[in-house]
């Protein structure tokens, strides 16, 4: 059975693995389906994307992207999802700056992209794989979507958690306690789909 892979940028991917950046922020793409994009997963590994633009959209002082392997791809990260939802207020997405590295720019792009303002919001943990994923690269890998279906991840592979239980739990409180005033800014996300093959399924 396949794993799955979320597409996002080389630099968040980076962020997200270095414990800098807490949430995914997405709207989606023109190839996501009539319904749109949606957290599907709880758990799901990161599949870095490179395209040279995502340099200027970040907040990153001196930001490089990292070196892509030709014709392949290298998977260092997993994530499990602790919460989602849908922001549909734009000072509750300024709000969400520290949890993040994108620009405000950025941001305000996705929140308008389409007819309904607003943008979704994941609050993952993240682990890294020891030893990194190396698997070749396949056109079915591209266009315009979120997920992309991975082969089966090796049995054995080791899952290093970035951040310790007590900064992650705070991390998580701490979002949570900006949002919760702001509860008529949200909108519930659907709920995502059971483990898929080589991923264990996360606690709601």
């Given at each position: 059975?396949?794993?799955?892979?979320?597409?996002?940028?080389?630099l968040?991917?980076?962020?997200?693995?270095?414990?800098?950046?807490?949430?995914?922020?997405?709207?989606?793409?023109?190839?996501?389906?009539r319904?749109?994009?949606?957290?599907?997963?709880?758990?799901?590994?990161?599949?870095?994307?490179?395209?040279?633009?995502?340099?200027?959209?970040?907040?990153?002082?001196?930001?490089?992207?990292?070196?892509q392997?030709?014709?392949?791809?290298?998977?260092?990260?997993?994530?499990?999802?602790?919460?989602?939802?849908?922001?549909?207020?734009?000072?509750?997405?300024?709000?969400?700056?520290?949890?993040?590295?994108?620009?405000?720019?950025?941001?305000?792009?996705?929140?308008?992209?389409?007819?309904?303002?607003?943008?979704?919001?994941?609050?993952?943990?993240?682990?890294?794989?020891?030893?990194?994923?190396?698997?070749?690269?396949?056109?079915?890998?591209?266009?315009?979507?979120?997920?992309?279906?991975?082969?089966r991840?090796?049995?054995?592979?080791?899952?290093?958690?970035?951040?310790?239980?007590?900064?992650?739990?705070?991390?998580?409180?701490?979002?949570?306690?900006?949002?919760?005033?702001?509860?008529?800014?949200?909108?519930?996300?659907?709920?995502?789909?059971?483990?898929?093959?080589?991923?264990?399924?996360?606690?709601?």
């Amino acid at each position: 059975m396949e794993s799955v892979g979320f597409k996002e940028w080389a630099l968040v991917c980076e962020a997200l693995g270095r414990g800098e950046q807490s949430i995914i922020l997405r709207k989606g793409g023109i190839a996501e389906g009539r319904a749109g994009f949606q957290f599907q997963h709880r758990e799901f590994l990161l599949f870095p994307t490179f395209f040279h633009e995502q340099l200027g959209k970040t907040r990153l002082a001196d930001a490089q992207i990292p070196a892509q392997r030709a014709g392949e791809i290298e998977i260092r990260f997993f994530a499990r999802m602790e919460f989602a939802t849908v922001v549909t207020d734009w000072e509750t997405a300024v709000a969400l700056e520290p949890f993040h590295i994108l620009t405000r720019e950025v941001v305000r792009e996705r929140f308008d992209y389409d007819e309904a303002p607003g943008i979704h919001l994941a609050f993952v943990r993240i682990f890294r794989l020891e030893p990194s994923w190396i698997l070749p690269d396949e056109k079915r890998y591209g266009g315009c979507r979120s997920w992309v279906d991975l082969p089966r991840l090796a049995d054995g592979a080791k899952r290093n958690a970035v951040l310790g239980e007590a900064e992650n739990a705070a991390r998580r409180e701490a979002l949570q306690s900006l949002l919760a005033p702001r509860r008529g800014a949200l909108q519930a996300a659907p709920s995502p789909s059971p483990k898929r093959g080589g991923l264990e399924s996360a606690a709601p």
